[in-house]
């Protein structure tokens, strides 16, 4: 049995080819990849991680996370993993707790908590938002209750026929899309493009706003 359960985890890991190396000789991402192999070599029923990925580069984050999610789905392991990153929280969780100053303060689940916070800490926990003045939205999509309204990227869209005109204040070139930091009056607006899209600071753009998933925090 352990010479079996040994195969698959090196096997799942692709981590075959170093099994009779010593730890010290191989690379940071590798030994990461061994100390995990190690936490599943007998089948735990909970694994819990913490910040397994922190000190990783990006290339070898990714590895890991690939063959691990692979690797816990395939067993059923219970798994609590703890992390500062909002797009590894929202992408591999089932179930997602937000901790703020050794609190609990919101769970449930991870599409929940991002377009339907019930605090500001959470929705800029999990990801860029930004508060929109009332005198921008639409009587209709406004409640009666007290509280303020914040928009996320995704819900702004270039459009020839938008409702409102906003103004360049800077671009911020990310490789496959780009930040366009814009503002109305004295709102800050912030959105996706297509890297390709040339648009400049001082540049006046017709956009659509998706009034609909407005996040409300009340107060």
């Known amino acids: 049995y352990i010479t079996a359960r040994i195969k698959k985890l090196l096997t799942a890991f692709n981590i075959e080819e170093i099994s009779h190396t010593k730890a010290k000789q191989i690379s940071g991402g590798e030994q990461q990849r061994v100390a995990i192999c190690c936490a599943l070599a007998e089948a735990p029923k909970l694994l819990m991680l913490d910040e397994p990925l922190a000190h990783?580069?990006?290339?070898?984050a990714k590895i890991i996370k690939d063959y691990l999610w692979k690797f816990i789905?395939?067993?059923?392991i219970t798994t609590l993993f703890v992390t500062h990153n909002p797009l590894d929280a929202l992408a591999y969780s089932s179930r997602l707790a937000i901790v703020n100053k050794g609190k609990i303060t919101e769970s449930g689940?991870?599409?929940k908590l991002y377009n339907q916070p019930n605090d500001l800490y959470t929705a800029e926990l999990l990801g860029n938002c930004f508060k929109i003045n009332r005198n921008l939205i639409p009587e209709k999509h406004?409640?009666?209750?007290?509280?303020?309204y914040y928009l996320r990227p995704e819900?702004?869209?270039?459009n020839?026929?938008?409702?409102l005109k906003t103004e360049v204040v800077n671009?911020?070139?990310?490789g496959d899309r780009q930040l366009i930091q814009?503002?109305?009056k004295t709102s800050k607006i912030e959105f996706y493009t297509v890297s390709s899209m040339k648009i400049s600071k001082g540049d006046t753009l017709n956009i659509t706003i998706n009034f609909e998933d407005l996040i409300f925090i009340p107060k």
Not at 155 to 158: G, N, T, V
């Open 142 to 148: 406004l409640r009666k209750n007290r509280g303020s």
């Open 155 to 158: 819900m702004i869209q270039i």
């Open 73 to 76: 789905k395939s067993e059923k």
């Open 56 to 60: 990783l580069d990006q290339i070898n």
């Open 182 to 184: 814009s503002k109305i």
């Open 171 to 174: 671009c911020i070139y990310y």
């Open 160 to 163: 020839e026929t938008g409702n």
């Open 109 to 111: 689940n991870p599409k």
